[in-house]
T-cell receptor
Framework: DAKTTQPNSMESNEEEPVHLPCNHSTISGTDYIHWYRQLPSQGPEYVIHGLTSNVNNRMASLAIAEDRKSSTLILHRATLRDAAVYYCILRGLSAGGTSYGKLTFGQGTILTVHP | NAGVTQTPKFQVLKTGQSMTLQCAQDMNHEYMSWYRQDPGMGLRLIHYSVGAGITDQGEVPNGYNVSRSTTEDFPLRLLSAAPSQTSVYFC?????????????FGPGTRLTVL
């Protein structure tokens, strides 16, 4: 699986935008970029995903670099509830073997939101 | 929809005991997985299933068994619990859509083995 690199931690103030970066220089042409987050004492939850174009949903926006070697998750107005570990994950099309669809979770970025 | 449910939420076992962690989903997802998460670490895949009657090993399968008799249920069995199996266990399900699919996770089972 192609690897991703994220900062260990980031901090933000409430109601300010947050830009969470992710580097994935070995991404293949068919890899989707997924973001999940894990709130304290909860299971991971899906945030957003994209392939080539920028994506928006009710939770966040995903900005993908033109060469696809990096991406940025954007939380437009951070709230205290957004404090979590954010994981950037690459998902390929392979459906067999160990890459069947498992999500390879790295360390992620711990986001702290200050009131 | 209840999504992915897991029982129990907490469990304490003694070394050598066996138990089954239950997982169910009501979204008719073909794929289901079990992960474990140790403190300060990411999730590691234990076992997975791509459909009823089909299971396979993930990264850390030793000490665990699974079966998939129905689409909805995917229980994880600890054969003889060891302290190294103290962890939080997450079950997940998804509908295969190539690389664009979304995994749904349960709330987790916190297991302590003494």
């Amino acid at each position: 699986d192609a690897k991703t690199t994220q900062p260990n931690s980031m901090e933000s103030n409430e109601e300010e935008p947050v830009h969470l970066p992710c580097n994935h220089s070995t991404i293949s042409g068919t890899d989707y970029i997924h973001w999940y987050r894990q709130l304290p004492s909860q299971g991971p939850e899906y945030v957003i995903h994209g392939l080539t174009s920028n994506v928006n949903n009710r939770m966040a926006s995903l900005a993908i670099a033109e060469d696809r070697k990096s991406s940025t998750l954007i939380l437009h107005r951070a709230t205290l509830r957004d404090a979590a570990v954010y994981y950037c994950i690459l998902r390929g099309l392979s459906a067999g073997g160990t890459s069947y669809g498992k999500l390879t979770f790295g360390q992620g970025t711990i986001l702290t939101v200050h009131p | 929809n209840a999504g992915v449910t897991q029982t129990p939420k907490f469990q304490v076992l003694k070394t050598g005991q066996s138990m089954t962690l239950q997982c169910a989903q009501d979204m008719n997802h073909e794929y289901m997985s079990w992960y474990r998460q140790d403190p300060g670490m990411g999730l590691r895949l234990i076992h997975y299933s791509v459909g009823a009657g089909i299971t396979d090993q993930g990264e850390v399968p030793n000490g665990y068994n699974v079966s998939r008799s129905t689409t909805e249920d995917f229980p994880l069995r600890l054969l003889s619990a060891a302290p190294s199996q103290t962890s939080v266990y997450f079950c997940a399900s998804r509908k295969p859509q190539g690389g664009a699919d979304t995994q749904y996770f349960g709330p987790g089972t916190r297991l302590t083995v003494l």
